[in-house]
């Protein structure tokens, strides 16, 4: 397992690791998807040398009320389909929620309903408040991604409260 930088990975090992998301994703992890899972740190794991789980934390922020928390913003968690079920998918977690308890404000992510069950059980937490997007200064809902969002306190949260509004800032493709 190791945690390191983009600039820190070679273009073989970034080639590697795209081709990863992209078996881990059944194909679907698209080049916009890409861009997201860069500009931050990597979880990485191997079993004999080759790559079988991941997890990227990005820096964002995210508003609350009057809150705006430096946020490490967990994307490309995957593991090699023929390694799931051992639990790589938690060890990497645990290692990217280690360094989000040392960096950030909070962690936070956004996961489909069959992947819930994972990130509860890791101690994450559903968001239930309305999720919006700032564009140009202006608020927009994001009513697709309600129910989607977790998030993980750290010892810098301080009090929150998950039904409130939730803010983040632009990025193209999706927001969350
Ligand atoms: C989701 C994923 C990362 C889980 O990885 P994994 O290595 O199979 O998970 P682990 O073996 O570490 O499982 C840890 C625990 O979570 C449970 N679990 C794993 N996936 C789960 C899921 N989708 N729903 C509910 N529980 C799940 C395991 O049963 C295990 O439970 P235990 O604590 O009782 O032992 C993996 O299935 C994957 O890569 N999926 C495709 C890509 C994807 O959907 N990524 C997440 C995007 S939000």
Redesign the pocket.
């Known amino acids: 397992m190791r945690t390191v930088r983009d600039e820190e990975l070679t273009t073989a090992e970034l080639a590697e690791l795209r081709a990863f998301l992209d078996a881990?994703?059944d194909y679907e992890f698209g080049d916009e998807d890409w861009r997201h899972a860069l500009g931050g740190w990597h979880v990485l794991g191997s079993v004999d040398g080759a790559l079988v789980?991941h997890a990227a934390v990005i820096p964002r922020t995210l508003h609350s009320g009057s809150r705006a928390w430096r946020t490490g913003y967990v994307e490309a968690?995957?593991?090699r389909p023929d390694?799931?079920?051992?639990?790589?998918?938690?060890?990497v977690m645990l290692a990217a929620a280690d360094h989000l308890r040392t960096t950030y404000e909070l962690g936070a992510?956004?996961?489909?309903p069959?992947?819930?069950?994972?990130y509860e059980?890791l101690g994450w937490l559903r968001w239930t408040g309305p999720t919006f997007v700032e564009v140009n200064g202006e608020r927009r809902r994001t009513t697709e991604d309600d129910g989607e969002v977790f998030v993980l306190p750290t010892p810098a949260t301080g009090e929150f409260d998950q039904t409130a509004p939730l803010v983040c800032e632009w990025r193209s493709g999706d927001a969350w």
Request: hydrophobic letters at 35%; zero cysteines.
């Open positions: 881990a994703y789980a968690v995957g593991v390694q799931r079920g051992h639990g790589h998918g938690r060890t992510l956004s996961a489909g069959q992947n819930w069950a994972f059980r």
